[in-house]
């Protein structure tokens, strides 16, 4: 009876210590946006389908599951990416990359619309959301912001670029 309850007090013990080591989730939102001298329904038929990511971001993309509605999938980069729609209007679309086993999960979600500014302008509005709890301090998360600001950012710009030539 001893060695159990001690086993049970030890197992507690264990548990609440690595409770304490466990990071509250610290979710952050990039927001980045470019104007587009195109009518958003001429910006969103240019760059809006859900593999022209391989165009305007330079990523090789596949649909493994679905045909570009809620539930497609879609792979990147040989499948080291994986991302399901999950919202979706005519000028925009949502995704989130899933659960990996053995990963840390970061809820990671995408964003992307063609908003109307005028009947021949629009602004290309792409949002991401994700939680940096699992990076060791600020300076790290705010590097990790930068890196992935900068990286779709370029995006933007290569989606004004195609989306202003046609």
């Not at 910006?43 to 330079?58: L, S, T």
């Not at 000028?91 to 899933?98: A, D, E, I, N």
């Not at 060791?136 to 710009?157: T, Y």
């Amino acid at each position: 009876m001893k060695s159990t309850f001690r086993l049970t007090t030890a197992v507690l013990i264990l548990a609440a210590s690595m409770m304490s080591f466990a990071a509250e989730p610290e979710y952050v939102n990039i927001e980045m946006e470019i104007d587009i001298n195109k009518s958003a329904e001429d910006v969103w038929a240019a760059v809006g389908d859900y593999c022209d990511i391989a165009e305007w971001g330079g990523l090789d993309c596949a649909i493994t599951s679905g045909n570009g509605d809620m539930g497609t999938v879609r792979v990147l980069l040989g499948g080291r990416i994986v991302e399901i729609l999950v919202a979706q209007t005519a000028l925009s679309y949502g995704y989130t990359q899933p659960v990996q086993e053995g990963q840390f999960y970061n809820l990671y979600h995408g964003f992307m619309e063609a908003r109307p500014v005028s009947a021949s302008t629009s602004r290309m509005i792409y949002t991401l959301v994700y939680d940096v709890s699992n990076l060791e301090n600020q300076q790290a998360k705010d590097a990790d912001m930068a890196r992935r600001r900068g990286m779709f950012e370029g995006m933007l710009v290569n989606m004004k670029d195609i989306a202003e030539a046609q």
